[in-house]
């Protein structure tokens, strides 16, 4: 079973910035990407940043031009660098890893998740 630990959340003023990151450690195949999710209470978890072991990168509308997502394949690593925070950025931060398993399947890890609390 894969484990992933994030951290750096915290309180942070609109406008501002905060870097977040996430480790892999445990039983995580054939890991090809790292990424992050946030969700708000009652909603959907919604998805923010990937980055692949190809070196590509993705971003929700919601968040290119102010968050950069940055993976590191080789430790397990992801980062997620916020700036500009609105306070609609707010909910809780997922880390994700997806990997696939020895049958082929792909399987995707989550974090417990860490807070960002973004208000005046």
């Known amino acids: 079973q894969g484990q992933l630990v994030e951290s750096g959340g915290g309180w942070v003023r609109p406008g501002g910035s905060l870097r977040l990151s996430c480790v892999a450690s445990?039983?995580?195949?054939?890991?090809?990407?790292m990424g992050w999710y946030r969700q708000v209470v009652g909603r959907q978890r919604e998805f923010i940043a990937t980055?692949?072991?190809?070196?590509?990168?993705d971003y929700a509308d919601s968040v290119k031009g102010r968050f950069t997502i940055s993976g590191d394949f080789v430790n397990k690593t992801v980062y997620l660098q916020l700036n500009r925070l609105k306070l609609e950025d707010a909910p809780v931060y997922y880390c994700?890893?997806?990997?696939?398993?020895?049958?082929?399947?792909?399987?995707?890890?989550w974090g417990q998740g860490t807070q960002v609390p973004v208000s005046s």
């Open positions: 994700s890893a997806e990997g696939l398993e020895p049958n082929g399947r792909p399987r995707q890890h």
């Open positions: 445990g039983k995580i195949g054939g890991l090809y990407a």
């Open positions: 980055s692949t072991n190809r070196d590509t990168t």
